[in-house]
């Protein structure tokens, strides 16, 4: 047998907050990113539409084997609505398929914003990127086939009312994964019988990351190498809100093996809880090594880790 080809490009490993700009697909950001960094591997932790801007956490290397973990997490956002106004797309980039007057009083919408505040059901909009056989929705919707589109159970932790202008609000809303805000609008405006839609959405929380961390692309291509690599996070930075236990080297090297360690962190936790898990390295510092899971057992098991090389541990040094 041959041997393997190499991967092109370099083994950088972090998180890149990046500020995705508007009208860039999230495939796209990150191919600019890929080639920015020159690394071998990167991935985005969930997909922004286009026209959405704001928080996008990057994964290069190492850190694209934690990526699910922000996949899976709570979003927020800041959207600007028209009341008033439907389209083909629930948002400003849509034809307009309808007009109405607007005749709605604060408490009103202060009312409707209450309704859909917490657990509902939630058909997303043929103009989304969820896929369907490998596709995303849009591009259905753009050469005018209908596909089944499948009802989820969302949770809107939070709708706050920040403006409002005649027909234009602006909302901050916390979300569960799988949220769209397109059609979450686009359900309110029905309630309220005038429509309406989306003019401009920014996603500004991932998890406990937020907008204040992150970087635009026109200021990383203004930086130069060096300064680009600082402006990555670590790679446990997806997993913040994970517990966290130190073990010995020698522990270490178990669990580079896939053998356990003693749990001593998940005491009151129930079987499946994860946590992060460090160890102190040669030089006397904590690193990460990766991701434990509680088993019956009740020992913690090996469920992602990091490459040797990456840690900076080598197997003779944990003795």
């Known amino acids: 047998m041959g041997q393997a080809r190499p991967r092109k490009g370099r083994p950088i490993n972090g998180v890149l907050l990046l500020d995705k700009p508007k009208e860039m697909t999230s495939n796209r950001a990150i191919q600019v990113i890929k080639r920015l960094y020159e690394a071998q591997k990167v991935g985005h932790t969930g997909a922004l539409d286009p026209l959405a801007t704001g928080l996008l956490p990057v994964c290069l290397g190492e850190a694209t084997k934690f990526s699910q973990y922000l996949l ?21 980039e849509g034809e307009v398929v309808e007009q109405n007057p607007v005749d709605v009083s604060d408490t009103q919408l202060n009312d409707i914003i209450a309704q859909f505040t917490g657990e509902q059901a939630q058909t997303p909009s043929i103009y989304s990127a969820l896929k369907y056989e490998g596709k995303p929705l849009y591009y259905y919707a ?32 916390a979300c569960s994964k799988g949220t769209y805000i397109r059609t979450l609008v686009d359900d ?50 997806l997993l ?17 093996h896939g053998q356990p360690v003693f749990n001593r ?41 990091l490459a040797l090389d990456y840690c900076g541990f080598n197997l003779s040094d944990l003795k």
């Open 240 to 256: 913040n809100e994970l517990p966290t236990q130190t073990i010995s080297q020698a522990e270490a090297r178990d669990v580079m």
């Open 142 to 173: 753009r050469r005018g086939i209908d596909v089944p589109r499948k009802t989820r159970t969302i949770s809107v932790r939070a709708i706050e009312l920040l403006h409002r202008d005649g027909d234009f609000v602006t909302l901050q809303v």
């Open 265 to 305: 962190t998940l005491d009151t936790q129930a079987v499946g809880d994860e946590c992060r898990l460090c160890a102190k390295s040669t030089s006397g510092h904590s690193v990460f090594i990766g991701v434990v899971v509680l088993r019956k057992d009740g020992k913690l098991w090996p469920k992602r880790v």
């Open 72 to 92: 899976d997490a709570d979003k927020a956002y800041r959207v600007e609505a028209q009341l008033g106004v439907r389209t083909t797309t629930s948002d400003a």
């Open 188 to 237: 309110m405006g029905q309630a309220l019988g005038c429509g309406a839609h989306v003019r401009e959405l920014r996603r500004t929380h991932v998890a406990n990351l937020t907008d204040a961390q992150q970087w635009s692309l026109d200021a990383l291509k203004q930086c130069d190498d060096e300064q680009r690599l600082a402006c990555l996070e670590p790679v446990d930075t």
